[in-house]
Each structure stands twice: as C-alpha cells, then as structure tokens.
C-alpha cells in the first residue's frame, strides 16, 4: 500500500492524471473515442455551444448503455433517436451549466485524486495480475488516435462537475429532532377497510344512443383520422453502381497506399525510457532544482553509470529505485518538452536537461519498440480492393453534381434513369415517420413530404443518405390524412364511449359511497347496494407492495380520525376503476434506532435532502441562463 502511495507522489504517478479518466457522470468513456461527423451546433448556451455531433454521440452512447444494461432484452422502439434526443439535451445542457458554475466557483482538481480512482479502473487492469497496465491504457489511446490534452480536459472537468455535485448536495443536514419525526412517521401504521368500484362491470350494462356515438365520434374525431401517407417512384445510386472490373489499379497506387500504411505504424512506435527528475515545488525551488540537476548530469557525464545516478538522485519516488525506468510508452503521452526530447533520441543516448511543468530531468531512450510491418504481397490484394472502393465513391461524388442538375431539370425520372443505367423503382405506401428499407431513412420521407415533391408535383432533390447513395424520388401517390366513417370505427367508438361513461358511474358511486359512510350509514347495506365486499387491511405500512400504491398514497393524506368520526376518500386507480379508504385507526412509529444507527439513517436522509438541493440549485442555473436551440 505505501508503495502504492509513493506512486502517486511520483512524477510519473503524475503523468498518468494526463492520461486517464473515471467513468463520467453524463457520459461513458468510450463516447471519447467517437469521431465527429457533424458539427453543427444544435443548443447554445451562455455562449458555450452544443453540436449535433455530441448529441448524436451521446445519443449512441446512452443507446449502447441501455441494450448492455437490458442484455439486449430491450424493444428497438425505445431506442430511437427521437425518444433518447430530449433526455440527452438536458444532460447536455446541465453539464454545460455546470461547467460554467464550476469556473465561476473557482474550483480546483487535485492531481492525486484522479491517478488513484483511474489507477483502480477494470479497462485499464491486467488481465492476469489485476493491476494496473500503463501498456493497456496507451494501447487504447492509440487506437482511438486520441489527443493526449483533449483527454485530460475531459477528465478534470467530469472530475470537477463531481465534487461541485457532493459540494451541493453535501450540504444538507438533518437534526436530531427532525429524524426522530422522520423516522417515527415513517414507520407509522394504519388501519384500514377499502371497498373497490370496478369500471368495468358497468359496461356491459351501459346503453348507448345512435346520438350519443355521433356526438362522442364528434368530439373525437382527431382520434379517427388515418395517416397521410404515400408511394414514390425513385432512382437509387450507390457506390456499387461505379463499381468496374475493368478499373486498373496502378502498381505505384498499390506502393503509395502501402508506404503511407507502413508509416502511419511506424509512428506508433513505443519508447523505453528511463529518467532521472528534480521537482520544482513548494519546499525545492527553481534554482535549487537546476543546481541537483546539473550535479546529475556531471556524474553521467563523468562516467557513472545512469541507473546509479537514477537510485541516488532522482525525486520520482516511483522509478527512483528501477533506475529511473518509465516502462514503453507512445509519442504524446507525456510533457511535450519531455516527448519531443524523448523522440530525438537513438537507443541508448541520453539528452541533455529537459524542463517541464514538474521540474528539471534528464532522459535516457533505453529501447525501442516498432509494430510489425506487414509484406506488400500479403496486403496486395485488400489494397486494390480498397482503392477501387474509393475510386467509385470518387466517381459517385462526381456524378452527385450531374444528378443533382438532372433531377431539378427533369419533369421525370427516366432521364437520370437513362444517363446512369439504373432502374426506377416504386416503394410501398409510408408516412412522415418513414418507411420500410431505404425509407426507414428519415431524409427520405422528409424530401417525400416536402412542398416541392408533394405539392409541385417536382423530383426531389439528389439526397445523400447516410448508407444507401444518393436517391432522387418523386411522389407517384398521395393519400391525405382523412377522417375515418364513423361506420369504419364503429366498434372503437363504442368501446371507448362505453369505457368513459363505466369509469363515470364508477366515479359517481364512489362519491356516493363516500357521503353515505360520513353520514353514518352501515359498511354492510353498503356492500349490499354496491355489491361489494370491504377489504380489512390493519397495520399498512409505507411501504406496503400489496395494495395499489396510489391507494397506499392516499391512506396515508388522510387525517387521523377524530372520536367518533370516520375518516374516508376515494381514489382513481389507472385502470378506471374507484377505491373508497375508510381509515380506522392509526399507531404511531417509533424510535427505537441506535446511536450507530441513527447515525446511518441521518445520512440517508440528509442525502436525500441533498439530491433535492442539488436540483433546485440546477434549476436555479438553468433559470437565469441563456439557453437557444438552432
């Protein structure tokens, strides 16, 4: 454990808080490593401007969160991204308050505590000793081709945004009297006798007038109305169609695609290096540092040999005693100053003294470590196959513009039809949420439905989709949203009156049923006028999962009863049907918790008090910035 301490107090214990990151409270880690597509701003606020590129981001993210969280047992209807899109711009819209409150506050992260919570992280934990693996991390900041800075900033701000949360929320406190009545309410018990009104035995009883239904499909009549919906004729070109056997791949195309590769994996190359570090701090200063340095360099230069000099000299508690060994590491992963020095070396050397924000080292390139690089031969053929690839997309891009001219000019298809040998094909009837196949694409419906298409009878517009071409449709039918014939939905009428009116009577019995118990009427002529039997419950709890819990909610607004007087309501359950609450009698909780405990349950408390804090002080940011949507 002190070992694990003295890490932290190192500089290279310092290096890691450039590099990691906890698990964000409004994002995941992964949606780091996400390129941006678009980078439009969709939300502004203050100032601080939201893209759709991180809304779509963080769209994915919360999606794959949810399948991994449901196992995959989850209804793609809940996924969409219109469902997810307004819960993420508030989170959105809350983290960059955030950000601005934590600035106003002046906040500040200690290095520390990030190194220690990363260094605990599983994605980051050797497999095989569970601890944590420096060469993990760089492997997947690689991969990514992340910006070392980009990172950090992600991690102090998510860090920051945390403490600014427990700063609120932490706030809060209950006293010693107020738990007592907390927790001796919470723990009261109440008598009870419930009658239930079912709606639904009054429906088949419930008689309907030919006027009745003709008002009630009046009324309603938004709720009869089928879709608009329509078939268009279309053209489809994708990549596939410029797809040609017959294009020659030059061999110098193959090499020049083949060189670039092969040095986009040279520079991944990782170094081994080994330094000797005198800090600048508050009890060392900058001259006193360069002084112990400078001494360093002597010895080495004098012959003494360099881990020697590490295990004497060097202030990086962590390495000291390996001869100043950082392990591999890749370029960008520490100081710039350090890295570029690093970088310039040939195994073995040694440079001269390096400053950098932690103080004065001097660095020694101890090996080096080069990806494998594969055969031309062994690649030759996924290289052709590539660069046809991308000469059709460039061929598809050129026609887009010709295409895009055709299809404003023409009053039909058949000319872009003819011009590209592609067929015009028809969909299936679809709505302005879309379709099926390549009209499950919302761009396609919202050019279907567009004034141009569907009022002016034109071709659309050339419409790049996100993964089938580039479509030019036209309308070929319309069908209008319409009311539906009160003969067509007959029977839903019916069903939905009948509904209405048994929740109505249910309703009204249960009023009924109310008054009679306050003016003294017996529980049993009750059950004989209604048909229904008084359920006795004694003792219900708060907590109580077996009565409905809007039932359990309402026994417990009512006020105790009052000598002779009865205490009773109704309430609305979901499904229609009416519950009468006749309470009888009430027992007081008590407070029979330990010093130990009432301890715990204080902090539940004061924690609960603190959520709510923390929401009115959200709140009160949101209310007094300036937020606009594009």
Not at 4 to 26: E, N, S, Y
Not at 317 to 328: K, P
Not at 360 to 368: A, N, P, T
Request: charged fraction near 30%.
């Amino acid at each position: 454990m002190q070992g694990f301490r003295d890490l932290l107090k190192g500089w290279f214990g310092k290096v890691l808080l450039t590099i990691f990151i906890l698990p964000f409270a409004f994002f995941g880690i992964q949606g780091l490593f996400q390129a941006n597509a678009r980078n439009d701003v969709s939300i502004v606020v203050d100032g601080d401007e939201i893209t759709n590129s991180v809304i779509d981001r963080t769209i994915e993210q919360q999606r794959q969160n949810l399948v991994q969280r449901m196992g995959g047992n989850i209804d793609p209807s809940f996924l969409s991204a219109d469902l997810l899109r307004p819960g993420v711009e508030d989170s959105l819209i809350q983290k960059s308050l955030l950000k601005s409150a934590v600035v106003n506050e002046g906040m500040y992260l200690p290095q520390e505590k990030v190194s220690a919570f990363i260094r605990e992280m599983p994605m980051f934990l050797d497999e095989v000793s569970g601890k944590y693996s420096q060469e993990k991390l760089e492997r997947v900041l690689v991969q990514a081709g992340y910006s070392g800075q980009m990172f950090v900033n992600e991690i102090t701000q998510s860090l920051l945004i945390e403490q600014l949360q427990k700063g609120v929320a932490g706030s809060a406190f209950v006293t010693a009297d107020e738990l007592k009545s907390i927790v001796m309410l919470d723990g009261q018990k109440r008598d009870v006798a419930t009658l239930t009104i079912s709606a639904k035995t009054y429906e088949e009883s419930v008689e309907l007038a030919e006027g009745e239904l003709l008002a009630y499909y009046t009324s309603h009549s938004e709720q009869y109305k089928s879709q608009e919906k329509v078939k268009v004729d279309f053209v489809n070109l994708t990549i596939d169609d410029f797809k040609n056997d017959d294009v020659v791949i030059t061999e110098e195309e193959i090499v020049d695609r083949f060189d670039s590769e092969s040095e986009a994996l040279r520079k991944k190359e990782r170094r081994r290096a080994s330094h000797i570090l005198v800090e600048i701090n508050d009890d060392q200063s900058e001259e006193e540092a360069l002084e112990k340095i400078k001494s360093a360099k002597a010895k080495l230069d004098s012959g003494v040999d360099f881990d020697q000099v590490a295990q004497e000299m060097s202030e990086d508690i962590a390495t000291a005693r390996s001869g100043g060994d950082l392990g591999f590491g890749a370029k960008g992963i520490y100081d710039p100053s350090f890295d570029d020095a690093l970088f310039a070396l040939d195994k073995g050397e040694v440079t001269d003294i390096v400053r950098t924000e932690f103080g004065y080292h001097i660095v020694k390139l101890v090996e080096v470590e080069t990806p494998d690089l594969p055969l031309i031969d062994a690649e030759r053929g996924r290289l052709v196959a590539e660069l046809k690839s991308e000469k059709a997309e460039e061929e598809l891009a050129i026609a887009l513009d010709e295409v895009s001219r055709l299809a404003f000019e023409s009053g039909d298809l058949s000319v872009i039809s003819e011009q590209f040998g592609i067929d015009i094909q028809s969909s299936d009837w679809f709505t302005r949420n879309g379709g099926v196949g390549i009209f499950a694409d919302k761009s396609l419906s919202d050019a279907a439905f567009s004034e141009v298409v569907l009022e002016d009878q034109k071709n659309s517009e050339a419409i790049e989709t996100s993964s089938n071409g580039v479509v030019v449709l036209r309308v070929a039918e319309h069908e209008k949203a319409k009311t539906l014939s009160l003969e067509g939905v007959r029977s839903r009428v019916v069903a939905a009156l009948k509904k209405q009116k048994s929740a109505e009577k249910a309703e009204a019995d249960a009023a009924a049923v109310v008054a009679a118990v306050e003016s003294g009427a017996s529980t049993n002529d009750i059950e004989s006028q209604y048909s229904t039997k008084w359920q006795v419950s004694d003792a219900v709890a708060r907590q109580n999962s077996t009565l409905d819990r809007g039932v359990v909610n309402k026994i417990f607004e009512l006020p105790k009863p009052v000598e002779d007087k009865k205490t009773v309501a109704s309430v609305r359950l979901a499904n229609g049907d009416w519950v009468v609450v006749l309470l009888t009698g009430v027992k007081e909780g008590g407070y029979t918790l330990s010093d130990k405990e009432g301890e715990q349950m204080g902090n539940i408390v004061a924690g609960r008090f603190g959520k709510t804090d923390f929401e009115g002080y959200l709140a009160t940011l949101k209310d007094s910035a300036s937020i606009t949507r594009q």
